[in-house]
């Protein structure tokens, strides 16, 4: 079992930046490929960025991309989602999710096995 705490959310004007971090317990962090994902009011959750085990690779959605980065520090258990240039559009929950399949699709919500509660991010214009 995992448990996955997200924080670091809160409310910023367009413009600023926020790091989130997501930090892990459970298992061993760097066995599972991580991801972050965020749901607005009214719409379906969605994928922003993905890392693999190692932090080798790198995966974001294309509104993310170029203001987002995502990293992990395995030896803190922990993943972060810096974001930057932030928009009244990136208003949203926020999840972390873990994976431990050794067939992983980033962006595929369903495979993630393990979930976060979420951190609210709000961005004013």
């Known amino acids: 079992q995992v448990q996955l705490v997200e924080s670091g959310g809160g409310l910023v004007q367009a413009g600023g930046s926020l790091r989130l971090s997501c930090a892990a317990s459970?298992?061993?962090?760097?066995?599972?490929?991580m991801g972050w994902f965020r749901q607005a009011p009214g719409k379906e959750r969605e994928f922003v960025a993905a890392?693999?085990?190692?932090?080798?690779?790198?995966y974001y959605t294309d509104s993310a991309k170029g203001r987002f980065t995502i990293s992990r520090d395995n030896a803190k258990n922990t993943v972060y989602l810096q974001m930057n240039s932030l928009k009244p559009e990136d208003t949203a929950v926020y999840y972390c999710?873990?994976?431990?399949?050794?067939?992983?699709?980033?962006?595929?919500?369903?495979?993630?096995?393990?979930w976060g509660q979420g951190t609210q991010v709000t961005v004013s214009s």
């Open positions: 999710a873990a994976e431990v399949s050794n067939t992983w699709t980033p962006a595929r919500q369903v495979q993630y096995d393990y």
């Open positions: 459970g298992r061993t962090f760097s066995s599972y490929h």
């Open positions: 890392i693999s085990r190692s932090g080798s690779n790198k």
